[in-house]
């Protein structure tokens, strides 16, 4: 085991030194007690930086494992770059992209489709993939989404139910590629992996292929998925380089799903969580903001942003989430606990007690406009909630 314990300051990783030595058993745990697995990975963060980072069994840095529908949220950041360049209308229908694969002749209803739809499941496709057209390595993205719009049938109407799988995000990957310009692994790379710095994110991770499946095909290690989520809870920015406005990461954020039947059972542990743009939604306040956006794969690659506590989370892992899935809610249980207790959220100055610094500091941030300082709904907008939700830490000082 390799474990680093980095602890940042400021607002959003106002945490004292944590012990996350409960972390590091149950990261232990999970390969002692699978041999077939060959090892795991921990990471967590807050916006100013890694808190804790930690390897277990064979597994280093440099290991890159397949991450399956963890793929999701990285597709979504992706095209979410071209909604916000004004390039693409999330609510446009298909056609108006793909005019002639979504033809109404060609595609009947399937034309009216949107891509905030196709990133939320709730398009009207089916959830499974019987014929294989996702993982076919043999044809392009383009001939791909042309075989599901002549032949996939809708099972329901655009926009009035709820049904997790690939083939809408698939259709979203073509319109991507339209709109850029570029093929799919050139404008991720272009538009996501080059700004942050990323070097193992590509969409090979069931080998090489021209069709690469947006909801589920790539790598990773675990800095470089953690540098997205990184950018996330920071409002769409890091080390000076924005990639996307506050504004387009609260509305990935936001449950599409709501009062929506779903037409098919979703993944185990996902029966009460809404879905946004590219994640599930696991946790709500009682106005019905997020509190937690996750976008868990089927092999078990979990991470998630918990916009409550400040942080982001990842544990890698590669095996089956079924079979993982206590193991892994065990870890990330270890995680909150462990942020929990070391809490002083107030505490700016990083000196281990609340003064008029500390008040100091956050008004700082609040006048700076620093996503720091955003503490309450509606999150991507500083407003009087945030000083006083802000107050509030103050007046409850450490404990």
């Excluded at 404008?187 to 994110?201: E, H, K, Y």
């Amino acid at each position: 085991m390799i474990g680093v314990l980095v602890v940042g300051s400021g607002l959003a990783s106002a945490h004292g030194p944590c012990d996350f030595s409960d972390v590091e058993a149950a990261a232990s745990a999970i390969v002692d007690a699978r041999p077939l697995l060959s090892g795991a990975a921990v990471i967590i963060g807050g916006r100013d930086g890694v808190l804790y980072e930690g390897y277990f069994g064979d597994y280093g840095p440099d290991t890159v494992v397949p991450i399956a529908s963890a793929t999701k949220l990285l597709s979504g950041v992706a095209l979410m770059t071209l909604i916000d360049s004004g390039s693409l209308d999330p609510d446009a229908p298909v056609r108006n992209y793909l005019p002639q694969t979504f033809s109404f002749a060609n595609a009947g209803l399937k034309a009216t489709m949107t891509v905030r739809q196709m990133f939320a499941h709730t398009a009207g496709l089916p959830g499974s993939d019987p014929d294989g057209i996702l993982s076919d390595a043999s044809i392009t993205l383009a001939q791909a989404v042309e075989q599901i719009a002549c032949c996939t049938p809708l099972m329901d109407a655009p926009g009035a139910s709820f049904a997790y799988g690939g083939f809408s995000m698939h259709i979203g990957g073509r319109v991507g590629e339209v709109v850029s310009g570029q093929d799919w692994e050139s404008f991720f790379a272009a538009s996501v992996a080059l700004p942050l710095g990323l070097t193992t994110i590509d969409y090979q991770g069931f080998g090489p292929t021209l069709n690469p499946r947006i909801a589920g095909g790539a790598r990773s290690n675990l800095r470089d998925y953690a540098r997205v989520l990184a950018m996330l809870l920071r409002g769409g920015e890091i080390d000076g380089v924005r990639i996307l406005s506050e504004q387009r990461v609260a509305s990935m954020f936001e449950d599409e799903t709501v009062g929506l039947p779903r037409r098919v059972p979703p993944p185990t542990g996902a029966a009460d969580w809404g879905y946004g743009f590219g994640g599930w939604i696991s946790r709500t306040g009682t106005d019905g903001s997020t509190l937690e956006f996750i976008s868990p794969g089927a092999f078990g690659f979990t991470p998630w942003i918990d916009l409550e506590r400040g942080i982001y989370g990842i544990v890698m892992v590669e095996g089956l989430r079924q079979i993982l899935q206590q193991d892994i809610e065990a870890i990330k249980g270890a995680v909150e606990a462990a942020v929990d207790a070391c809490a002083c959220p107030a505490d700016l100055t990083g000196d281990g007690q609340v003064n008029f610094f500390d008040l100091a500091a956050y008004l700082d941030l609040y006048n700076a406009g620093d996503p720091a300082a955003d503490l309450a709904p509606p999150f991507g907008v500083l407003n009087f909630f945030d000083v006083a939700a802000y107050l509030g830490l103050y007046n409850q000082g450490c404990r």
